[in-house]
């Protein structure tokens, strides 16, 4: 869900790099290895027009030798000239990857992680934030959903979206008066010929600042 105006989001973007992509990844799979990276299935969603379960194989593979498994959140701010690569692919890695990842489950989680970080022209490229609040509960080990009660969490971590969020909940009126400025009349946002950042911009721009320091930036890129 958004959760700053898009006036604030174009604003900080002007002044970003052009090359950044917004990717969480990391190289310490954990878990994922033994439920993810080394199971084989078979999707008939490639096949069939029914949906249906995949198909769970006896056999396990091995982790690949010829590329590194990275993975991380399946939102991602991607630029165009990668998009372009993974799409045209004019090396082998992207089509490499992409039938790799056609037996995976959750591929969403690896697949651009994989290419941008296995690619030397596009690996120094990453800013390791999927720029969503996530109300992450360390003892369940789980994504809580976002409420009233962390509602002050999420506005000063200056992420511009958020997730997970009940359907109707009273926080989704919160964002919507308090942060976004729309009312009950059903206002839409308009992105007008010259962007004028709202109040609100500073908390994005805080963020962004945090991410891109250099020792911070360059210490979280793919390893």
Not at 198 to 212: A, I, P, Q
């Amino acid at each position: 869900m958004l959760m700053e105006s898009e006036k604030d989001i174009l604003h900080i973007f002007s002044y970003l790099p052009r090359y950044l992509n917004f990717i969480e990844h990391t190289s310490n799979i954990g878990w994922k290895e033994n439920q993810r990276a080394r199971p084989i299935i078979i999707d008939p969603g490639f096949y069939h027009l029914k949906k249906s379960g995949v198909f769970w194989a006896k056999e396990r593979r091995s982790l690949p030798a010829s590329f590194k498994l990275f993975m991380g959140s399946t939102s991602v701010a991607l630029t165009r000239p990668f998009l372009e690569f993974c799409i045209w692919g004019w090396d082998n890695l992207p089509r490499t990857l992409l039938m790799y990842y056609s037996n995976f489950l959750l591929s969403t989680e690896g697949y651009f992680q994989t290419v941008v970080c296995n690619n030397k022209d596009y690996q120094n490229t990453t800013v390791n934030h999927d720029l969503h609040y996530t109300n992450w509960d360390p003892l369940q080990q789980r994504t809580l959903n976002v409420t009233v009660e962390n509602f002050r969490d999420m506005v000063q971590s200056g992420a511009p979206f958020a997730r997970e969020f009940r359907e109707d909940d009273l926080v989704l009126d919160k964002i919507d008066t308090e942060l976004l400025g729309q009312t009950d009349s059903g206002s839409e946002l308009k992105t007008p010929e010259i962007v004028k950042p709202t109040v609100s911009w500073k908390r994005l721009e805080k963020l962004m600042v945090r991410l891109l320091d250099h020792e911070n930036f360059r210490a979280k890129q793919c390893k």
